[in-house]
């Protein structure tokens, strides 16, 4: 498979079946605390990464990277967590659509909530927040490896939101785990249509094997 036709499949999954998938590499992919802004609006793409640090004397730009980010290209930001400034508000928003950025991902807090929604722009984020970022934290490095909830997150690495949450599939895993998940959807569409027809669960679940569907192979 071409990486264009990876991300492309992986975009008809969701987070659910994929998270069970990973776990079935024995692989931790989920990014506890990271929730949508915009409900109903998916992210499946290919992760642009940026470090956050605290201001010293010296100061340093917020959000200047983004002229950098190529279309289609998810932004991963570790602000290792910090919930009392945000490092992403509607002018950068703005700027995203514009050039065609798939989403936002966020280690910290967002602000401009209203102007943020107004877009339909996928963010995701710890929470929201007024307090400005500019001279209390600045970027001091990018495509380089960061950590988003304690899941390392490489620059290309698979990133997969939903209204579900977000998860990290490290791209050298992205084929296994495509395959493996795909598995896991298709069974548990075959559960659905037994139920459908008016099988238990019980039953239904263990034709299909469910309970081991994620169990590490």
């Not at 929201?128 to 490896?145: A, L, Q, S």
Request: aromatic share 6%.
């Amino acid at each position: 498979m071409t990486d264009r036709e990876i991300v492309e499949r992986f975009s008809k999954l969701d987070t659910t079946s994929v998270s069970d998938a990973m776990d079935s590499i024995g692989k931790p992919c989920g990014l506890l605390g990271i929730k949508p802004i915009n409900y109903g609006v998916k992210i499946c793409a290919r992760a642009f990464t940026v470090h956050y640090t605290p201001c010293g004397e010296v100061k340093g730009t917020v959000g200047d990277f983004l002229d950098d980010v190529a279309p289609g290209d998810v932004v991963v930001i570790d602000n290792g967590g910090r919930e009392y400034c945000t490092v992403w508000g509607d002018l950068m928003t703005l700027v995203a659509v514009r050039n065609k950025i798939a989403g936002t991902i966020i280690d910290g807090v967002c602000r401009d909530v209203p102007g943020i929604r107004k877009t339909g722009y996928p963010i995701y984020s710890r929470s929201h927040y007024m307090v400005t970022g500019k001279d209390r934290v600045f970027v001091d490095y990018i495509n380089k490896p960061v950590a988003i909830s304690g899941i390392q997150v490489k620059p290309g690495d698979l990133i997969l939101a939903d209204d579900s949450g977000v998860i990290c599939v490290a791209w050298e895993l992205a084929q296994k785990a495509l395959e493996a998940a795909e598995n896991i959807a298709a069974k548990e569409a075959g559960i659905e249509q037994a139920i459908e027809k008016g099988e238990t669960l019980k039953n239904a679940r263990g034709q299909a094997g469910y309970h081991s569907l994620q169990s590490k192979k």
